[in-house]
């Protein structure tokens, strides 16, 4: 399983970025898709996952902020971040478990400027 994260940058305080991510290679319908996050000096951490039967749950902290949504024809995951924060700033990675097995994709780097 590949998966192909797009969509970080830098943005001010108070801004928006959306975050996309597509899985290619050997899917199965039984899954579910994340984000994860990782700032400086500090441990990765949940930030918001989505089933394929659309349940989700979002980190305390991006609650009402954060959106996450997957299109399941084309096994791809978007995350709306709003209202974004400096704390928000690291790198977000997409993460996609199936079968038992966690995939990774590269990280996306998010910068939000106070």
């Known amino acids: 399983v590949q998966l192909q994260a797009s969509g970080g940058g830098l943005v001010q305080a108070g801004g928006s970025l959306r975050l996309s991510c597509a899985a290619s290679?050997?899917?199965?319908?039984?899954?579910?898709m994340g984000w994860y996050r990782q700032a400086p000096g500090k441990q990765r951490e949940l930030v918001a996952r989505i089933t394929n039967t659309g349940f989700t749950n979002y980190a305390d902290s991006v609650k009402g902020r954060f959106t996450i949504s997957g299109d399941n024809v084309r096994n791809t995951v978007y995350l709306q971040m709003n209202s974004l924060k400096p704390e928000d700033t690291g790198v977000y990675y997409c993460?996609?478990?199936?079968?038992?097995?966690?995939?990774w994709g590269k990280g996306t780097l998010v910068t939000v400027s106070s």
């Open positions: 993460n996609r478990f199936q079968s038992g097995i966690d995939y």
């Open positions: 290679g050997r899917i199965f319908s039984i899954n579910h």
